[in-house]
């Protein structure tokens, strides 16, 4: 199973900033991979793992804000689709000797 969590939390004030430091530290000190800012996953190999590590984001949450806690099987988190954009870079990316600009 996978445990993603999407959170959306302010940052306005200092202690804001604070609480949203300090729950995103407490994530990655916990396993979780960032898919994308602020959307973190998790690994869980069961169904009473994945509610521990639930209840361990709702014990640490912050004060203000959204976050959102998804639970999926292993076989629904294969099934995303992965979707990019073309990427627009100024550095070149060639191992040719002699390079014109």
């Known amino acids: 199973m996978r445990v993603i969590v999407f959170f959306?939390?302010?940052?306005l004030t200092s202690a804001n900033r604070r609480?949203?430091?300090?729950?995103r530290k407490y994530l990655v000190k916990n396993g979780f991979l960032m898919l994308q800012e602020s959307v973190y996953c998790k690994l869980a190999l069961n169904?009473?793992?994945s509610e521990a590590i639930s209840q361990g984001i709702r014990k640490?949450?912050?004060p203000e804000?959204?976050?959102q806690i998804l639970t999926l099987t292993e076989k629904q988190f294969s099934k995303m689709e992965?979707?990019?954009?073309?990427?627009?870079?100024n550095t070149l990316d060639?191992?040719?000797r002699l390079v014109i600009l």
Not at 8 to 11: A, I, W, Y
């Open 47 to 49: 169904a009473t793992v």
């Open 65 to 67: 804000g959204l976050v």
């Open 82 to 89: 992965m979707i990019t954009g073309e990427l627009k870079s």
């Open 60 to 62: 640490n949450k912050p």
């Open 19 to 23: 609480n949203y430091t300090q729950f």
């Open 8 to 11: 959306d939390l302010p940052t």
């Open 94 to 96: 060639t191992d040719e």
